[in-house]
């Protein structure tokens, strides 16, 4: 059974860290450049919380405030499902589903280790799908792809 440990095994550590105080039109402009949908939001070592697209969209265009002069601190998300290292790829997938949420976050004894997302757990559900999924659940969705094509 494949763990939260193997995902983040084949990321690279987070290089996608915004500090709290950073203005969202700085955040944003660092997303673009790394092409990537969040932040990690650490002040130093201490992480905070995650800014997304989402959080943009919802916390800063349709509450009107200005991108230039609100800080991520005022918009991030705090307050996102998190998982432990040894948390299995199936486990992840009900978190994300339950929560309605992209991101997990790991941690290992209170120190962040990075972020788990949505399309991180799909690749390695796809990738290894006989060790995140049970065979029975392998067949069933064989089968239910057959009678679909």
Same mark, same amino acid.
């Given at each position: 059974?494949?763990?939260?440990?193997?995902?983040?095994?084949?990321?690279?550590?987070?290089?996608? $860290?915004?500090?709290?105080? $950073?203005?969202?039109?700085?955040?944003? !402009?660092?997303?673009?450049?790394?092409?990537?949908?969040?932040?990690?939001?650490?002040?130093?070592?201490?992480?905070?919380?995650?800014?997304?697209?989402?959080?943009?969209?919802?916390?800063?265009?349709?509450?009107?405030?200005?991108?230039?002069?609100?800080?991520?601190?005022?918009?991030?998300?705090?307050?996102?499902?998190?998982?432990?290292?040894? @948390?299995?790829?199936?486990?992840?997938?009900?978190?994300?589903?339950?929560?309605?949420?992209?991101?997990?976050?790991?941690?290992?004894?209170?120190?962040?280790?990075?972020?788990?997302?949505?399309?991180?757990?799909?690749?390695?559900?796809?990738?290894?799908?006989?060790?995140?999924? @049970?065979?029975? $659940?392998?067949?069933?969705?064989?089968?239910? !792809?057959?009678?679909?094509?």
């Amino acid at each position: 059974m494949r763990i939260v440990s193997d995902i983040l095994k084949n990321k690279p550590r987070p290089f996608n $860290a915004i500090e709290s105080g $950073a203005r969202v039109i700085d955040a944003l !402009q660092m997303m673009n450049s790394v092409n990537l949908s969040y932040l990690v939001v650490m002040d130093g070592d201490t992480f905070h919380g995650i800014f997304s697209e989402r959080d943009y969209s919802r916390n800063v265009i349709l509450k009107g405030l200005h991108s230039d002069s609100c800080a991520v601190k005022e918009v991030m998300s705090t307050s996102l499902p998190i998982v432990d290292m040894n @948390d299995t790829i199936e486990h992840c997938m009900h978190l994300l589903n339950t929560h309605k949420t992209r991101y997990l976050l790991a941690f290992d004894d209170s120190v962040f280790k990075g972020v788990v997302t949505i399309n991180d757990v799909l690749r390695e559900a796809i990738a290894n799908k006989e060790m995140v999924f @049970d065979e029975l $659940a392998v067949k069933e969705a064989t089968e239910m !792809q057959d009678k679909i094509y």
